[in-house]
């Protein structure tokens, strides 16, 4: 048997430099990854923000509460009221305290509330704020376009009811 | 890196006959890289599907404190911006008729009446809206005002005053209602398609 000669022709592709920019990819994901909240995992519903100017001022990310105003599926007919906070502890302590929780509301991160229930919450995190002695926890109203102004009106005179008279409303760039 | 590892540190290799070529001794450190690549291709697309890059973006507000007294407000100092419930929006000036704008002529409207010599720094801008206008017009209105404050406290400042914004935002008051009725009638869904027509 004549031994049958392979001609090799050798591609000769030197990987370094697409390994180098791969680890430098890496790196710049690993450091910007930011991991989604328990709240933001539970919420089930879009909100489509309205649009305003570009401003530089920026949702703060700690010690921030957040009452959400939305529809509660793609049909955007039910409204409900929706409230987390970002301090897990303080959170978790105004689950206990407040009264009128169902089982279900506490053991949620994302809570889903109406008007009534939503008054007793932000009062227990004026109380819990007050008592803690910072009073530095910031409100977001974070709500839908196509919503009746009342709702937020509502939540606006809930919060000015317990001295927050300072809150932001949560808004996209206007493109 | 493949190419380059069967190439580069392969053990010692002898061709043919050689006895005449000078045989180097090589000691091959093969290290075979593909799986550290795949790793690495796993853990980057895993990063760039979990990352979020901005946060989002707020419109600061601020509400008065709860007050039992109602405060006593000059007629000739007010501006008041209607809105209603069909999302038109209104303002009148003084105690007259109203007057139908659209929503990007107020920031030049606003600037107008705040810098009306008689005023200056002392309007009170009163937006009042119905609870069924949609969010989003609110927030556009506001959003116009606070430009307009960006140009009013520039030409405030060419006159050294110190801009003071006086705002509020509310529900319609009956007045405010009745008003809108006589001044304003909307208009029956027919009615206005035929008069689109005409």
């Given at each position: 048997?004549?031994?049958?000669?392979?001609?090799?022709?050798?591609?000769?592709?030197?990987?370094?430099?697409?390994?180098?920019?791969?680890?430098?990819?890496?790196?710049?994901?690993?450091?910007?990854?930011?991991?989604?909240?328990?709240?933001?995992?539970?919420?089930?519903?879009?909100?489509?923000?309205?649009?305003?100017?570009?401003?530089?001022?920026?949702?703060?990310?700690?010690?921030?509460?957040?009452?959400?105003?939305?529809?509660?599926?793609?049909?955007?007919?039910?409204?409900?009221?929706?409230?987390?906070?970002?301090?897990?502890?303080?959170?978790?302590s105004l689950k206990n305290t407040t009264d009128g929780l169902t089982k279900e509301q506490k053991e949620s991160?994302?809570?889903?509330?109406?008007?009534?229930?939503?008054?007793?919450?932000?009062?227990?995190?004026?109380?819990?704020?007050?008592?803690?002695?910072?009073?530095?926890?910031?409100?977001?109203?974070?709500?839908?376009?196509?919503?009746?102004?009342?709702?937020?009106?509502?939540?606006?005179?809930?919060?000015?009811?317990?001295?927050?008279?300072?809150?932001?409303?949560?808004?996209?760039?206007?493109? | 890196?493949?190419?380059?590892?069967?190439?580069?540190?392969?053990?010692?290799?002898?061709?043919?006959?050689?006895?005449?070529?000078?045989?180097?001794?090589?000691?091959?450190?093969?290290?075979?890289?593909?799986?550290?690549?795949?790793?690495?291709?796993?853990?980057?697309?895993?990063?760039?599907?979990?990352?979020?890059?901005?946060?989002?973006?707020?419109?600061?507000?601020?509400?008065?404190?709860?007050?039992?007294?109602?405060?006593?407000?000059?007629?000739?100092?007010?501006?008041?911006?209607?809105?209603?419930?069909?999302?038109?929006?209104?303002?009148?000036?003084?105690?007259?008729?109203?007057?139908?704008?659209?929503?990007?002529?107020?920031?030049?409207?606003?600037?107008?009446?705040?810098?009306?010599?008689?005023?200056?720094?002392?309007?009170?801008?009163?937006?009042?809206?119905?609870?069924?206008?949609?969010?989003?017009?609110?927030?556009?209105?506001?959003?116009?005002?606070?430009?307009?404050?960006?140009?009013?406290?520039?030409?405030?400042?060419?006159?050294?005053?110190?801009?003071?914004?006086?705002?509020?935002?509310?529900?319609?008051?009956?007045?405010?209602?009745?008003?809108?009725?006589?001044?304003?009638?909307?208009?029956?869904?027919?009615?206005?398609?035929?008069?689109?027509?005409?």
């Amino acid at each position: 048997m004549a031994k049958v000669k392979k001609n090799r022709v050798g591609f000769v592709i030197d990987m370094t430099p697409l390994v180098d920019i791969t680890f430098l990819l890496l790196t710049f994901f690993m450091f910007t990854a930011k991991f989604k909240s328990d709240a933001e995992n539970e919420q089930k519903f879009i909100i489509e923000r309205p649009k305003v100017t570009a401003d530089t001022s920026k949702l703060p990310e700690i010690d921030i509460a957040t009452i959400k105003i939305a529809f509660t599926d793609s049909t955007r007919v039910d409204t409900s009221y929706y409230f987390s906070m970002s301090n897990q502890e303080s959170f978790a302590s105004l689950k206990n305290t407040t009264d009128g929780l169902t089982k279900e509301q506490k053991e949620s991160a994302l809570i889903q509330s109406d008007l009534l229930t939503l008054e007793k919450i932000v009062r227990e995190v004026y109380r819990i704020d007050f008592a803690t002695g910072a009073l530095d926890t910031k409100f977001a109203i974070d709500a839908d376009k196509d919503l009746p102004f009342d709702w937020v009106n509502n939540a606006m005179e809930v919060l000015r009811k317990n001295n927050y008279t300072t809150f932001n409303y949560v808004t996209d760039k206007k493109q | 890196m493949a190419g380059g590892g069967s190439l580069g540190g392969g053990g010692k290799t002898k061709r043919g006959k050689s006895s005449n070529r000078k045989t180097k001794k090589r000691v091959g450190f093969f290290i075979d890289m593909t799986p550290l690549v795949d790793i690495t291709f796993l853990l980057l697309t895993f990063f760039m599907f979990t990352t979020t890059m901005a946060t989002p973006q707020i419109m600061k507000m601020a509400v008065p404190p709860e007050r039992d007294v109602e405060v006593q407000v000059q007629e000739s100092k007010l501006f008041t911006i209607l809105v209603d419930e069909f999302e038109r929006v209104f303002w009148y000036p003084r105690n007259d008729e109203l007057v139908e704008i659209e929503v990007n002529e107020i920031k030049k409207l606003a600037e107008e009446q705040n810098l009306r010599p008689e005023v200056k720094n002392e309007l009170i801008t009163s937006l009042k809206v119905s609870p069924d206008a949609s969010y989003g017009l609110i927030v556009r209105i506001l959003d116009e005002l606070s430009i307009a404050e960006g140009n009013i406290t520039k030409e405030l400042i060419k006159d050294g005053l110190v801009r003071e914004r006086k705002f509020s935002l509310t529900k319609l008051s009956e007045l405010d209602i009745q008003k809108l009725a006589e001044e304003a009638p909307a208009m029956d869904k027919n009615e206005e398609e035929v008069e689109k027509e005409n």
